[in-house]
């Protein structure tokens, strides 16, 4: 019988596991737009540094963490710079191909001659 109940048992601490996660995921913000993951990643840089210092002492580790270092890196910039990049050259690519086939063909005319 336990044999029968233990693959459901890890299923359901999977689903669990898994559901728990997205939930902090969208409730943080992370899922939301650049801005809100922007003031999620400041929230986390501000919280993660205090939460290791207290499960090594929890731990009775006493080793001394690195300094973070500073990226000076902004979500809301890069991803407006990647969208407007698609679009751009999703705009251009009927062009690029005409001018493309055009050099294409223009170079067989000439390989005949």
């Known amino acids: 019988m336990a044999a029968k109940i233990l693959p459901v048992v890890k299923l359901a601490a ?21 801005e809100q993951g922007s003031e999620a990643l400041q929230k986390a840089k ?12 929890y731990f009775g580790l006493e080793a001394q963490l690195p300094a973070m270092p500073k ?8 991803w407006n710079s990647g ?13 690029k191909a ?6 294409g063909l223009q170079y067989l005319k000439d390989l005949t001659k």
């Open 98 to 103: 005409t001018e493309y086939s055009s050099q």
């Open 71 to 78: 990226v000076e890196f902004s979500p809301v910039q890069s």
């Open 14 to 34: 999977k689903v669990t596991i898994a559901g728990g996660a997205l939930y902090v995921a969208c409730d943080s913000g992370l899922l939301g737009g650049s």
């Open 83 to 95: 969208v407007r990049w698609t679009v751009s050259s999703l705009s251009e690519a009927p062009m």
């Open 46 to 57: 501000a919280a993660i540094p205090p939460a290791i210092q207290e499960w090594m002492k």
